[in-house]
Structure formats: C-alpha cells, structure tokens
C-alpha cells in the first residue's frame, strides 16, 4: 500500500441526518488537524503551508469527503490530517476551513459563469501601476481600492518605473484616502515595498508590463522556480494558476501573486460596503436614506457626509477622494465588471 493511502485510518464521513447528534469523541472535530496555509491550488489537489510558515515543506493535500464543494483558494486558513512530512507523493487531507477575514472575488469571464474567491485572508492588496509604459489609470486603480475596501484588505499603490516619471500627479489622486503608497524604479531594491510586505500576506494585481514580475523576483529570490514547481503541482501539468503565494525571505510574510486574475468581481459590492472600512465615516452614513450612494449632490442631496464636511469633521478633498472611487464601482455595471480598463 502506498503512503498516500494511509490516511484512511481516520477517514471518517460525518454522515449528514444524524441531527443534533454530537461528533463522535474518538475524533472531535478534528483537534489533532494541524493548521496550514493554502499556498496553490490546482485540479483538486492544494498545496499547504504548514504552520502557515515557508521554512517547511509543502504539503498536497486533498479536501475531506465531509466538506462537500467546500470552495478552498490560495490564503485559506485549513486544518491538515494525515501525512504531513511533504514527502513525495505523500497525500494529506483538509479536513476545515476556517472562517475568512478578508477576500478578493475575481470577475466571472466567458468560461466561468460564477464569481469566484481567488484569495483569502490576504492583509493587503498591493495595486502594481506604472508611471509609463503603460500610462497609469485611475480607472483600474480605483476599481482595486473598491474590491481591497469591500474584502477587508487595506489597499497599497505601488507606483513603479518612477525613473521614467515623476510619481507625484498620479500620487496626489489618492493622498487624502491615506493609504501607503510607494514608489520603485528600475535598479534599486524595493525597500520601502518589502517593509510593507513583512509579517503579512500581501496580493499583489497589476496590469501586464507594469513591472510586477520584476517585483516579485527581487522580493522573492526564487520566485521563478517556485512559480514553475507549483504550476506544476499534482498532476505533471502546467497550468495558468489565478493565485499563488510566495514566501518572503524572512520566513513569515507572503506574496500572493495573481498572474491569472485582470479584473476583481465588484458585482456584489455596495457603496456601504466601502463606507465601512472607514472608521471615521462608517458610523456617519447611518444617518444617510436608505439606499444613498454617498455620492453627494445631485445623486444623492442628504448624504449625511456632506453635513461632516459642514461640521468641519471631515475635509472636503477626503470625501472628494473617497467619491471618486464610488463612482468607479457605481460605473460598473453588473456582470460586466473589469479592473483592467
Ligand atoms: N524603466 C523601467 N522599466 C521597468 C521597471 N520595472 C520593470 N521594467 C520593465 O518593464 C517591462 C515589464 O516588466 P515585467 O516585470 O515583466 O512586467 P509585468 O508586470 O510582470 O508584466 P507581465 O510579465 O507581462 O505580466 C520589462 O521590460 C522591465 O524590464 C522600472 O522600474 N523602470
Ligand atoms: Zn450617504
């Protein structure tokens, strides 16, 4: 017998229409699950961080029988039974996964009808823009800030190619809304990037020639062989993976890059859901009609964020900021929503 197949021991099924039976004692839930990181997933088969930690190594997993369709993405939190060495051709189970604190959907396309988690749990969505070569956009920028806001992710603007432009136009946009921004050019290490990066789980997005790979191959020493390894993970195949984290050298923070993902599922986000990742607002709107936009006159005449701005609690230029990237997820209609115009 293989060694993948000695997981069975504990294969369990928790059967459904047992009522409020509790689970059996022999295997409570599961206590002896070790926690682990998803870190690639591809055909059935996800790759795990255990310990959520790069200094061990990976471990494929498959998804218990008892999870059912249970969606598991890159950045899940899950509990791992079974061989856990990482040893070729070793197979473990994900028998849980945990509630997610944050997540970013990707835009349904042609071949895939659902709007689909592409990464959980990630602290920070790292919006990867160049200064030239290609022109930046505030279009695609603020679609990013509406997917990062509504997922709970706290949004950073990497300005790249600053050698060829003065970052300073395009960072003025977004100085009011008071997230980082940084700023790379060619020849020198992003220094000011990887100290953001550190001890957290970072997705970066960016458009195609922005730099990104440059990026990540100076963030991440061997990020090439690793993108070739795990593309390649459980059945031989290359595939196009939508996510895939990579460690950061000090063993603790990731880099989740999205190769595969061009445009973030606005579908189900509503102007409140990014009202709330503002502390000083979110409370205010509650003093708005129902269904207000936030988005002021004449949209919307009794925003209560106006009457902020009266009060001298909020300045004008903030709201300013804040409205333009409403009206970037207002502009969406959808199901035909995209990041990358
Ligand atoms: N001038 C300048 N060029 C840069 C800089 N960073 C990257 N480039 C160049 O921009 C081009 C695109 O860089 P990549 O890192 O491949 O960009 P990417 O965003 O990963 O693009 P894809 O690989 O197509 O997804 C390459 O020719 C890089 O050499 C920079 O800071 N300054
Ligand atoms: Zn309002």
Redesign the pocket.
């Known amino acids: 017998m293989s060694r993948a197949r000695q997981y069975d021991e504990s294969d369990v099924r928790v059967r459904p229409g047992r009522g409020s039976r509790p689970r059996t004692k022999r295997r409570p839930d599961h206590a002896d699950a070790e926690e682990a990181m998803v870190v690639a997933v591809d055909r059935g088969r996800w790759t795990c961080a255990p310990g959520g930690a790069a200094d061990r190594p990976p471990v494929t997993a498959m998804r218990a029988r008892e999870l059912g369709r249970t969606p598991i993405v890159v950045g899940d939190r899950v509990g791992l039974v079974g061989d856990l060495t990482g040893a070729p051709d070793t197979l473990a189970r994900i028998v849980r996964v945990e509630e997610r604190r944050t997540l970013l959907r990707r835009t349904a396309d042609d071949t895939d009808p659902y709007e689909r988690v592409v990464v959980a749990n990630a602290d920070r969505l790292v919006v990867v823009t160049s200064l030239a070569e290609p022109e930046p956009r505030t279009g695609f920028v603020d679609r990013c800030l509406v997917a990062a806001y509504a997922g709970g992710l706290e949004p950073v603007l990497c300005l790249?190619?600053?050698?060829?432009a003065d970052p300073g136009p395009f960072a003025a946009h977004y100085a009011e809304l008071e997230f980082p921004v940084v700023v790379?050019?060619?020849g020198e290490f992003p220094t000011a990037l990887a100290e953001l990066l550190e001890a957290r789980v970072s997705a970066l997005v960016?458009?195609?020639?922005?730099?990104?790979?440059?990026l990540v191959n100076a963030l991440v020493p061997d990020a090439e062989q690793r993108t070739g390894r795990v593309s390649g993970v459980g059945k031989g195949r290359h595939t196009t993976t939508a996510a895939l984290a990579l460690p950061l050298p000090d063993g603790r923070g990731w880099v989740v890059d999205t190769?595969g993902v061009r445009s973030f599922g606005l579908a189900h986000v509503t102007p409140d859901d990014v009202i709330a990742a503002f502390d000083d607002l979110a409370a205010a709107v509650e003093e708005c009609p129902r269904g207000c936009g936030h988005l002021g006159p004449p949209a919307d005449p009794e925003c209560a964020l106006d009457a902020l701005v009266g009060e001298g609690a909020l300045r004008p230029g903030r709201l300013a900021a804040l409205r333009r990237v409403l009206v970037a997820l207002r502009a969406a209609p959808p199901g035909a929503l995209t990041a990358d115009r």
């Open positions: 790249t190619k600053a050698d060829l790379t050019r060619r960016g458009h195609s020639g922005v730099g990104k790979s440059t190769p």
